[in-house]
Structure formats: C-alpha cells, structure tokens
C-alpha cells in the first residue's frame, strides 16, 4: 500500500467520524454503500498479496478481521438513534469515537508486533481498507437493526418527504 492510498483510507475514517459526530439522517444507504465499498477495495488489494502471504500474515489478518467485526458491532450499540424531522437520525457519541480510537491503537500495536514477528507490512497495510470496511458493515448491521426495531421511519431520498413523528423520540 503506498502513501496515497494510506492517506485516503484516513481521509474516510475522518469523513465517517465528522459527519457521524455532528449528526447525520439515517438512510438505509448510508449504511451500506461506504461499508461495501471499502470491503471491496480490501478485498481486491489483497488479492495479489495473498498468493504469497505466510501463514502467519494469515493468522494476523484473520484476527485483526475478529477484532474489526467485534468492535464495529460494540460501536454500533454506542450510536444515538433518535427522530429528528419526522425521520430517523444518528450520531457519534464520545463512547463511540473512543471505542474507534481502541480499534486504531489495537490495530497499530498489532502491526508492529506482527511486523516484528516477521509477518509481511505489505500485507498489512493492504489490509486497512477491508478491516475498515469490516468494522462499518458489524456497525452498520447493529445500527441498522435498531433503527428497524425503533419503528421509525428511515430518512428520505433529498427532495422527498416523509411522515410526522414528534420530535426527538427516543429509541
């Protein structure tokens, strides 16, 4: 993985964590497409460096792939669901970005521990986008799922219009 494409999978973890911060509607898309999008980008740079990963670059990526699934479906029960203009929004809380924040320190002490074992930095670092990708499809269901228990509906399409529900009902 070179600087660019490091530097790009950081750019998205700081878009997700602002938007999702100062608060965002709730649609069903945004909840897939990102998350997707990464998985897919990961899983294709990966392909040509697994050919030649050892067993133990397998081993790490298997766990850090754990440790992504894991704290994305933690994350997803710390997000704010609530209704705002009739529909569903969500938010970042501070439990939320700190758990985030355990996720890059866990996976960096990870990598240098691995690196250190004599495990390939290539393949690790090829890695970031689908573990980031991992981590927001486990957030993503868990959000998802609660936002379909809440009975609310989700956000609309711009320029569409939903249904009253009164102002900031909890979930």
Known sequence: MNLTTMGVALLL??????RRLAGEPLAARRLVVLPAALV???AVSLTGALAAASRLDLAVLALEAGIAVLTGLGRGATVA???RDGHLWYRYRPITVAVWLGLLLTRAGITLVAHRAGAQPAVLHLALPLMFGLSLVAESAV????????GLPWAPRR???TRLVPANRPV
């Open 13 to 18: 973890i700081g878009y997700v964590l602002v």
């Open 40 to 42: 897919v980008w990961g």
């Open 81 to 83: 669901i609530h209704s």
């Open 143 to 150: 959000v998802g799922r609660r936002a379909l228990r809440s």
């Open 159 to 161: 320029g569409r219009r």
